[in-house]
């Protein structure tokens, strides 16, 4: 199974490599295995609204296009196997990568990856997901944020290809795309990955700060938080990390 090698667009910048793809949606192009790639976006996006911040030339930019064909109420199995992709990639380099729900990857406590997932929905079936996809690779300056981030080269000082790394990451999303569709599940693997598992952290939650330990995360995106002993389930919109 090769997709991901048939359909590739590069641009030496864009405003959001998943806009492009959004614009594309109903032209003949727009099917699984469509790669739209970028060295740099001047209105990169991150969930919540956020901005991605990238240096040019220095992180893989990319958005890639899948036909999950599955049920919206498990849209969360496209976030399991695209953040274990990207975990994938970077325990290549040695790296203690973990998945910070929703749509973060982490190593050391700061934030390396991320992930934007907009689905197109027909009769409550997911047709096409848009996965964005932002690695920091070569970047050494950060702005300053509440988490802080960081990249490959940090860690391992040295230059790493982003062309290679964008191959690998395709290959892991190859891979785990098979997996899914052969009727794997996702959810104890995923669990095991989690940042702060089994520990105490501090939490918003609806606007209250709690501090809990995080149990698990449930096959459909529930977030299972010990609190004062007592086990809670939170929908992923309504609870987040705190720095």
């Given at each position: ?8 667009l590069?641009f030496n910048?864009i ?5 492009y793809?959004f614009?594309l949606?109903n032209k003949?192009?727009f ?6 790639s970028?060295?740099y ?7 919540r ?9 220095q992180?893989?930019l990319?958005s890639?296009?899948?036909?999950p064909?599955l049920?919206i109420?498990?849209k969360?199995i496209?976030n399991?196997?695209i953040?274990l ?8 380099f040695?790296?203690?990568?973990k998945?910070?729900f929703p749509?973060d ?7 390396i990856s991320?992930i934007?997932i907009q689905n197109?929905?027909s009769d409550?079936?997911?047709?096409h ?7 920091n690779?070569n970047q050494c ?10 990249s490959i080269?940090l860690?391992?000082?040295?230059i790493?290809s982003v062309k ?5 990451l ?5 891979h785990r795309l ?5 009727g ?11 940042f ?15 501090i ?15 609190i004062k ?5 939170f929908f992923?919109?309504?609870i987040?990390?705190?720095?």
């Amino acid at each position: 199974m090769l997709l991901f090698k048939k359909n590739y667009l590069h641009f030496n910048e864009i405003e959001s490599t998943n806009d492009y793809a959004f614009s594309l949606k109903n032209k003949f192009i727009f099917r699984e295995g469509l790669i739209i790639s970028t060295d740099y976006q001047f209105n990169g996006k991150g969930t919540r609204l956020k901005r991605w911040e990238s240096v040019k030339n220095q992180n893989l930019l990319l958005s890639i296009i899948i036909e999950p064909k599955l049920k919206i109420s498990n849209k969360f199995i496209i976030n399991q196997f695209i953040s274990l992709s990207i975990v994938d990639v970077l325990r290549s380099f040695d790296l203690n990568a973990k998945i910070k729900f929703p749509n973060d990857i982490l190593v050391d406590d700061s934030k390396i990856s991320g992930i934007l997932i907009q689905n197109i929905v027909s009769d409550s079936i997911i047709t096409h997901s848009i996965v964005g996809i932002g690695i920091n690779v070569n970047q050494c300056i950060f702005q300053k944020y509440n988490l802080s981030a960081t990249s490959i080269f940090l860690h391992k000082k040295k230059i790493s290809s982003v062309k290679d790394i964008k191959c690998m990451l395709i290959n892991k999303i190859e891979h785990r795309l098979k997996e899914y569709r052969s009727g794997k599940s996702f959810t104890k693997e995923y669990n095991k990955e989690l940042f702060k598992l089994n520990q105490k952290h501090r939490f918003l939650i609806k606007n209250h700060i709690e501090i809990g330990i995080l149990k698990e995360i449930t096959g459909d995106g529930k977030v299972i938080v010990k609190i004062k002993n007592k086990l809670n389930s939170f929908f992923m919109n309504d609870i987040k990390y705190l720095f």
